[in-house]
């Protein structure tokens, strides 16, 4: 192949994994913000990440079509095409990172305007440093290809999954004592459930580099520990053990 064009063809593909790396920084600094703002009832600062959410819609657009052209000029087979592959889907993941991070920031109006349990506002952030630490690493195990560590990483989801059925249990708890605590709840049980999603999607990224290293999918068994399908507001029991 001549020089130029492979040349060329390597800095197709730095810059896709260049965006791949500008969008994850824009996805995980969307979901801090939305959380910070959360937590401290700041509504100038939930406004911002929601208006910000272009960013991210923007860049995936772009690397899509990056992507899409660099296939069809080059035809690129095997762990190439893997490569490129793997950038589209990723970059959908990040894209719905950025997506419920800006869900979350959406619901901090509604949540400031009535009194939030500190303990459970306070879970929430607990449950969102457990996902943003899964998509930092998972980002990192994207920039090295370190596919063992992205093993690891989705195998770690089910604790993400553990703690927002503890967060779910509690939220319905509190709605169950007193009535005016159901709407703040809701809006926090929203959000938490979107923080779960996310360490989903950081989930998929690690499946993602999994393939694009090794050529070949992750099981289906993926860990999970979200019980929430089974639950009732009664006392926050499983349906189970209601006779259900």
């Known amino acids: 192949m001549d020089e130029h064009i492979v040349t060329s063809y390597d800095q197709e593909l730095k810059f896709i994994v260049r965006r791949i790396s500008e969008m994850g920084g824009q996805a995980e600094s969307q979901v801090e913000r939305a959380v910070s703002a959360l937590i401290k009832n700041d509504a ?16 995936q657009r772009e690397l899509d079509e990056r992507a899409i052209m660099t296939i069809a000029k080059r035809q690129p087979m095997a762990q190439d095409l893997r490569e490129i592959v793997g950038a589209i889907r990723i970059s959908n993941d990040l894209e719905r ?39 930092r690493e998972v980002l990192d195990s994207y920039a090295s290809r370190d596919h063992r ?10 604790e993400i999954d553990a703690m927002y059925t503890s967060i779910f249990r509690e939220l319905l708890t509190y709605m169950m004592e007193d009535p005016r605590n159901i709407t703040a709840c809701t809006h926090l049980l929203f959000s ?46 499983p349906a189970a053990d209601l006779g259900a």
């Open 149 to 158: 560590r992205a093993e690891s990483i989705r195998a770690r989801d089910e």
């Open 97 to 135: 990172i950025g997506d419920l991070g800006k869900n979350i920031a959406k619901r901090v109006v509604a949540v400031t305007e009535h009194q939030q349990p500190v303990q459970l506002v306070r879970g929430i952030e607990h449950l969102s440093d457990l996902a943003l630490e899964q998509l």
């Open 192 to 237: 938490a459930k979107n923080i779960e999603r996310i360490g989903d999607h950081a989930t998929n990224i690690a499946e993602t580099i999994y393939y694009i290293k090794t050529g070949e999918q992750m099981g289906l068994d993926r860990p999970k520990d979200d019980r929430t399908a089974t639950m009732t507001a009664e006392g926050g029991k």
């Open 44 to 59: 100038s600062l939930a406004h911002s990440v929601v208006a910000d959410d272009i960013i991210l819609d923007t860049a």
